[in-house]
């Protein structure tokens, strides 16, 4: 009966209701019939199992097989797998429309179609808008790990949510219960570790929701291998070997051996370069380049990439200094004074030499006959050498020198006229 017509007879007369069932596929084949009873539970906070039930009557030749795949918010996810068992586990976040679609396939065989999908769908609770948003979690030092997140635009400010958390290993979800609210960011603490041998780490599933049927709960799977963030280094320690600087820090004692480098960074205060040195070790040595200048040093880890695909950086260590350096306020001192120092020695010292001219050298040759030669014209229409500003300056210069008695004996003239004036 189903012979080569058939494909003709359903294209030219059946299109409509052919096409359908055959999904689209291309004609020739027997369509199988698809699974029934599609159905989920959860299996864990964040974890659902699909089932369903096998199709029936196919025929014992066919290899049978399932495919499935997941729709998030209308967006296919890509996520196709095809198995002979009868159910799939998936994550799901909550916050969002989740439907998973399933078909038969008879894998080798030409002579059948696979069936049409079935599907169902996963709504979300709650009012859009409320589920927590931003989650960002980090995972210090493999020791605890800190997750936070801010309330939903539509969330009231006094939304009390709680973080759950689970992860394969785990017989029961556990409750968050060190939360910390800043400026409308939530925060909340765990400890988190394994044994230190442990090389593979299971994803974390971690759930955010309120008591309340109106807040949306959202969750979330985390791969904790991408969150290590290592502990600040402790410890560190400056000295001076032989002209090098020997700098020295404290190991992270939860790391397992060799999946940390660090990075040391240095300054010496007179150079704007701060080199970073890259060490495997808990020490380095850089070779003192100016032994009168101050070195500041800090140190940094990160995660190796074969042990962890972290990309967080430890904090900085507190900066840690070796070497004197004059500070700033001396050489600020030293600017001015030296100078001021010049400047003042140098008057001292004009003001003695001619001190000390006037003393060796009596004025023998007076100088007044000098400046009276050298300013005779200005002398001719004066009437006394009170009235000469010329020698009367020189007097006062003189004066100024307090050497009264000198003046007063070399020109008694002039203290004359002073007088009379
Ligand atoms: C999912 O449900 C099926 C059917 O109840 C069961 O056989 C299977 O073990 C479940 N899977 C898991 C991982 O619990
Ligand atoms: C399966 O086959 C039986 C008998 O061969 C038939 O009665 C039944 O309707 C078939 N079921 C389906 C879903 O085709
Ligand atoms: C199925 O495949 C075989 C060889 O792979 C081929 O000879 C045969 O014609 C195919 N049948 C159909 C219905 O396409
Ligand atoms: C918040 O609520 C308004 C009104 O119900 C809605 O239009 C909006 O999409 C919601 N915000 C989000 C992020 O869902
Ligand atoms: C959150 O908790 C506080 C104190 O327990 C309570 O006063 C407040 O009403 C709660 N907020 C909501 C939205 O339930
Ligand atoms: C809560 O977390 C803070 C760090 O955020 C920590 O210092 C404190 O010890 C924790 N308290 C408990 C009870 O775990
Ligand atoms: C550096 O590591 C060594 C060996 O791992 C250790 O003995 C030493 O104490 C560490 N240095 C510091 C400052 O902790």
Same mark, same amino acid.
């Given at each position: ?15 409509? #209701? ?12 027997? /369509? ?25 009557? $196919? ?8 495919? &499935? ?32 679609? /399933? ?14 999908? /079935? ?26 790990? #800190? ?32 939360? &910390? ?127 962890? &695909?972290?990309?967080?950086? &430890? ?17 600020? /001192? ?9 400047? $003042? ?77």
């Amino acid at each position: 009966m189903d012979g080569p017509a058939a494909p003709l007879r359903c294209r030219l007369l059946l299109a409509a #209701a052919c096409c359908v069932a055959a999904a689209g596929t291309a004609a020739g084949a027997k /369509v199988l019939p698809p699974p029934s009873n599609l159905d989920y539970s959860f299996i864990q906070m964040c974890t659902l199992n699909w089932t369903w039930n096998p199709p029936e009557n $196919v025929s014992s030749s066919c290899d049978l097989e399932y495919s &499935s795949d997941i729709v998030i918010d209308e967006v296919p996810q890509d996520k196709r797998e095809w198995s002979k068992s009868r159910f799939r586990v998936t994550h799901t976040y909550l916050n969002e429309e989740m439907r998973f679609k /399933v078909r038969s396939e008879c894998k080798y065989d030409n002579t059948s179609e696979p069936s049409r999908w /079935v599907e169902t769908a996963l709504l979300p609770k709650g009012i859009p808008g409320t589920a927590a948003v931003g989650l960002n979690c980090v995972w210090h030092n493999l020791e605890y790990m #800190a997750c936070m997140w801010r309330p939903g635009e539509n969330a009231s400010r006094d939304t009390n949510y709680t973080l759950f958390y689970w992860f394969d290993g785990l017989e029961n979800q556990e409750k968050c219960n060190n939360y &910390s609210v800043e400026q409308g960011n939530f925060e909340c603490v765990f400890k988190l570790s394994f044994p230190k041998l442990t090389n593979t780490y299971p994803a974390i599933s971690i759930l955010i929701r309120d008591d309340s049927e109106d807040i949306r709960p959202m969750c979330a799977s985390k791969n904790p291998t991408t969150l290590v963030k290592p502990a600040t280094p402790r410890r560190v320690t400056l000295s001076k070997i032989n002209d090098d600087i020997h700098v020295e820090w404290s190991h992270s004692d939860t790391f397992p051996e060799n999946c940390l480098f660090y990075e040391v960074k240095y300054h010496n205060g007179d150079l704007d370069t701060t080199p970073i040195i890259k060490v495997e070790n808990n020490y380095t040595s850089i070779p003192s380049i100016d032994p009168n200048s101050k070195y500041i040093f800090k140190v940094r880890a990160k995660p190796k990439p074969e042990c962890y &695909s972290s990309e967080l950086y &430890s904090d900085w260590s507190e900066e840690k200094s070796i070497g004197e350096k004059m500070d700033s306020t001396f050489y600020f /001192v030293l600017i001015i004074t030296i100078p001021l120092i010049v400047a $003042v020695s140098t008057i001292i010292l004009l003001v003695y030499l001619k001190r000390l001219k006037i003393l060796i050298l009596p004025p023998i040759p007076d100088p007044r006959e000098i400046l009276k030669l050298m300013f005779g014209d200005q002398n001719e229409d004066s009437q006394g050498c009170a009235k000469d500003d010329s020698v009367n300056t020189y007097d006062r210069l003189i004066k100024e020198e307090e050497i009264h008695s000198l003046v007063l004996t070399e020109t008694p003239e002039c203290t004359n006229s002073e007088k009379e004036n």
